[in-house]
């Protein structure tokens, strides 16, 4: 616990802070009231912790508020944007103008912030994200060697939220001494009390038994509030400041009253809350100039990797490909960095640990943390691969679906999916993967069939924008392309085909080769059947796909290790739809039941995925 007692700071920087407080409280409520909607009183218990950030303690370039040289500030408590926005106005990042927007159509300043706005680097608003993506903003700046800070503004309400407390322990556990935790304790949630109320001591021990430097001060007490900043400025470990507030302080018919959470004063009670003010200027004249900025891209000036080196025929797992990819990609492009939830001897993301241990950082069981910490990595201009066990990440959607929101460019790798992983059992098969994956907006998601196509599309999610999710298999599956094979985006492979071809198959991964078996099977009996390797999942080029298959016959049969809503299926029947494409017939091979423990080849032949399955469905469409 750090000592309390205030240093000596001049009374005329107190006065001007606490002035500065006072201002960012009434654009808030004037924007909130101009609006219609949104939430004052949240802003209103944290005006001396922005006023204390922004303008005493954080170093930032107001014409270039994106620099990486700059100090970087994320508002968890998304709610509370309206005082983040006002807080950059009065920085000059925008005019003051601007604030006035709030919340209308076609305004960068949203009712909860995205990297839209210049100065955020992610979107927050989902609660509990916000120490996770600091975090990543700060180790990435150690990484860079920028002496920077980076501040993240929490409220009590969001700190249920375990996600926090996975951020803590590894802020911690790696001593990342530049990340400064400033909780916002109002006592005040949107339905009631929460959970602690005011008694900021316990989140002062829940910090310091995970190794912060904290302490508590009056979080309205702009004197405190500087000497805690400055203090903080000055740790040897992640710090915490913890700071009893009042949530619509200023305001007596507000402050500390239920019922006033997420509702904007109406022009009667905005009145009020201003005369109770002081002094108030009169309001800004509305700017209707948009200052949003355009999201910088993923970097691709890369020079292409190694390429693979496999032969024909020979066995090797897709995972294990993936793995040394990633280490040839990280030899051509110093800005990619590893992230692992303690699974890198299955993920194969040890290759590039062992070759590049600076930029490998291993997040233990905790992926909701690891997900949100790349989101901080991708803002500072790093491409982050984070990598688990496929059906893991399902734990990480919430912060995967931020991750779009905040237009980031990170890469996720799933691995053991399906039943085809064998013996551990349906808690570690991946069947909603796929679905999940597929909803997220502007993702792309690719399932290689091989080694070859593995070791490509780890380089090929480097350079492709947003979000990229990669699916790999645990068990070996033979070679099938040449090592100087490509793989666009969108895309397929036709690995087998003929002129005589009556049907189609589509497939990708463990059931690609089961789709290859099925076809030999079949030719014995005189059917000839093409068969589509659908690497990529999304998007997918729905005209190409059904010439493909038109000149198969036009009958089809879709074959996935993964559930059947949302998956490789449905993606390519609702492609082939929305292309105009008629089917002369289809059938969709999918895992219809919650899956047990077993061998991956009987696994595979119970649930209806093998060879004898997919060539039966082509003998009941002829």
Same mark, same amino acid.
């Given at each position: 616990m750090s000592d309390s007692v205030n240093v000596a700071i001049a009374p005329d920087v107190i006065k001007k802070i606490g002035e500065k407080a006072r201002t960012l409280s009434i654009h808030s409520m004037r924007m909130t009231t101009a609006a219609g909607s949104g939430h004052p009183t949240s802003c209103l218990s944290c005006a001396e912790l922005m006023a204390g950030t922004f303008f005493y303690s954080m170093k930032m370039d107001p014409k270039h508020p994106d620099a990486p040289t700059n100090d970087r500030f994320v508002m968890s408590k998304g709610h509370a944007a309206p005082i983040l926005y006002a807080a950059l106005a009065e920085a000059g990042v925008f005019p003051v103008g601007r604030l006035m927007t709030l919340r209308q159509f076609g305004s960068e300043l949203e009712g909860h912030p995205t990297p839209r706005i210049p100065g955020v680097d992610a979107a927050t608003g989902s609660l509990g994200q916000g120490l996770s993506v600091g975090l990543g903003l700060a180790l990435a700046a150690r990484l860079e060697k920028r002496p920077i800070r980076v501040y993240v503004l929490m409220g009590d309400g969001e700190m249920a939220e375990g996600n926090v407390w996975e951020a803590a322990a590894l802020a911690a556990h790696d001593n990342v001494s530049n990340l400064i935790a400033i909780a916002d304790i109002n006592s005040l949630g949107q339905s009631q009390r929460t959970m602690y109320s005011h008694d900021a001591e316990i989140y002062q021990r829940k910090f310091e038994s995970q190794g912060w430097e904290t302490e508590v001060i009056d979080g309205h007490d702009v004197a405190q509030v500087l000497a805690a900043l400055d203090r903080a400025r000055e740790a040897k470990a992640p710090y915490a400041i913890i700071a009893r507030t009042i949530k619509g302080h200023g305001v007596s018919f507000a402050a500390d009253k239920e019922g006033w959470h997420g509702k904007a004063f109406s022009e009667e009670d905005l009145k009020r809350a201003l005369a109770e003010m002081g002094d108030v200027p009169p309001p800004p004249a509305i700017d209707e100039k948009s200052y949003a900025r355009e999201v910088p891209g993923p970097k691709t000036d890369f020079p292409a990797p190694a390429p693979p080196a496999y032969k024909p025929g020979q066995m090797a797992a897709t995972r294990v490909a993936f793995g040394d990819g990633l280490a040839k990609l990280g030899t051509v492009h110093p800005m990619v960095v590893a992230l692992d939830g303690d699974v890198q001897n299955s =993920?194969?993301?040890?290759?590039?640990?062992?070759?590049?241990?600076?930029?490998?950082?291993?997040?233990?069981?905790?992926?909701?943390?690891?997900?949100? /910490?790349?989101?901080?990595?991708?803002?500072?201009?790093?491409?982050?691969?984070?990598?688990?066990?496929?059906?893991?990440?399902?734990?990480?959607?919430?912060?995967?679906?931020?991750?779009?929101?905040?237009?980031?460019?990170?890469?996720?790798?799933?691995?053991?999916?399906?039943?085809?992983?064998?013996?551990?059992?349906?808690?570690?098969?991946?069947?909603?993967?796929?679905?999940?994956?597929?909803?997220?907006?502007?993702?792309?998601?690719?399932?290689?069939?091989? /080694?070859?196509?593995?070791?490509?599309?780890?380089?090929?999610?480097?350079?492709?924008?947003?979000?990229?999710?990669?699916?790999?298999?645990?068990?070996?599956?033979?070679?099938?392309?040449?090592?100087?094979?490509?793989?666009? *985006?969108?895309?397929?492979? *036709?690995?087998?085909?003929?002129?005589?071809?009556?049907?189609?198959?589509?497939?990708?991964?463990? =059931?690609?080769?089961?789709? &290859?078996?099925?076809?030999?099977?079949?030719?014995?009996?005189?059917?000839? *059947?093409?068969?589509?390797?659908?690497?990529?999942?999304?998007?997918?080029?729905?005209?190409? &796909?059904?010439?493909?298959?038109?000149?198969?016959?036009?009958?089809?049969?879709?074959?996935?290790?993964?559930?059947?809503?949302?998956?490789?299926?449905? /993606?390519?029947?609702?492609?082939?739809?929305?292309?105009?494409?008629?089917?002369?017939?289809?059938?969709?091979?999918?895992?219809?039941?919650?899956?047990?423990?077993?061998?991956?080849?009987? &696994? *595979?032949?119970?649930?209806?995925?093998?060879?004898?399955?997919?060539?039966? /469905?082509?003998?009941?469409? &002829?």
């Open positions: =993920t194969y993301t040890d290759v590039f640990h062992k070759a590049f241990p600076d930029r490998f950082f291993q997040g233990f069981i905790a992926e909701q943390n690891m997900v949100a /910490a790349a989101v901080g990595f991708s803002a500072r201009g790093w491409t982050p691969f984070a990598a688990t066990f496929a059906c893991f990440l399902g734990r990480a959607f919430d912060q995967t679906r931020m991750a779009a929101i905040s237009r980031s460019h990170i890469k996720l790798a799933g691995s053991h999916c399906g039943v085809s992983i064998g013996e551990d059992g349906p808690s570690q098969m991946a069947l909603e993967d796929l679905a999940a994956m597929r909803a997220v907006p502007g993702a792309t998601v690719l399932y290689p069939s091989d /080694a070859v196509s593995a070791e490509r599309m780890v380089e090929l999610a480097a350079r492709q924008p947003g979000i990229c999710y990669i699916r790999t298999t645990r068990p070996k599956t033979a070679v099938l392309y040449s090592n100087d094979e490509k793989f666009p *985006v969108p895309g397929f492979k *036709v690995p087998r085909r003929s002129e005589q071809d009556r049907a189609a198959v589509v497939a990708a991964g463990i =059931t690609l080769h089961e789709a &290859l078996k099925a076809a030999e099977a079949l030719k014995k009996e005189g059917i000839d *059947v093409r068969v589509i390797d659908l690497y990529c999942v999304k998007p997918i080029d729905g005209a190409a &796909l059904g010439a493909e298959i038109r000149a198969a016959g036009g009958r089809l049969v879709t074959v996935e290790d993964h559930y059947p809503e949302g998956g490789l299926g449905e /993606a390519t029947l609702t492609a082939l739809a929305t292309s105009g494409v008629a089917l002369a017939g289809a059938r969709h091979l999918a895992v219809t039941r919650l899956p047990h423990s077993g061998k991956e080849n009987e &696994l *595979v032949e119970a649930f209806g995925i093998s060879a004898s399955h997919i060539a039966e /469905a082509i003998r009941g469409l &002829l």
